[in-house]
């Protein structure tokens, strides 16, 4: 029989909702800016000078949206190393998701149209935000590290009392 696959992995099962929904929505964060920065890069090295993305008050086109491109691609990649540390629990990481997350709407309302586009982005940061936030998210990212259960890589000791060779120290296999 074939046992079943999950991609998860058992570390993401054992965590909250709240921080498995805020690791899945900074994935889809990270898909959304590393596509709209191919996408300006793109306009700016296919298409040159002669075509222009709107940001701010300004119209960036050519090496300009080049590198707006690559400030979003690095956003991106941001959240996607986010999500891979909140998925290992470190503890620093809800504090770095949530100012990403602040300026992520800072870019996003800078870029001066309030459209639909712009709306579902600041909702995204929000969700993202608010589910990091919350007192479970809280209590799974300042619990013990689970490197410290036996069976997963600590070194644990045992004794046995009948005789003195039996006594050894022997190392958890994950």
Not at 153 to 168: I, L, N, Q
Request: proline share 5%; hydrophobic share 50%; with cysteine.
């Amino acid at each position: 029989m074939v046992a079943a696959h999950s991609f998860a992995g058992k570390a993401g099962k054992d965590q909250p909702y709240s921080l498995q929904a805020a690791r899945l929505l900074l994935y889809l964060e990270c898909a959304l800016l590393v596509l709209s920065g191919l996408f300006a890069a793109a306009i700016g090295i296919l298409l040159g000078a002669g075509n222009s993305i709107p940001f701010a008050s300004l119209q960036v086109s050519g090496a300009g949206a080049v590198v707006l491109g690559i400030l979003y691609g690095a956003l991106g990649l941001g959240a996607l190393y986010l999500a891979v540390e909140l998925r290992r629990l470190t503890s620093w990481t809800r504090t770095a998701a949530v100012v990403l997350q602040a300026v992520l709407i800072v870019l996003f309302l800078a870029r001066g149209d309030l459209s639909p586009s712009t709306g579902l982005s600041v909702v995204l940061c929000l969700a993202v935000a608010g589910l990091l936030l919350t007192p479970s998210t809280s209590a799974a990212l300042t619990a013990q590290p689970s490197s410290a259960k036996p069976g997963l890589g600590a070194v644990t000791t045992s004794t046995a009392s009948s005789s003195p060779s039996s006594s050894s120290s022997t190392i958890g296999r994950p």
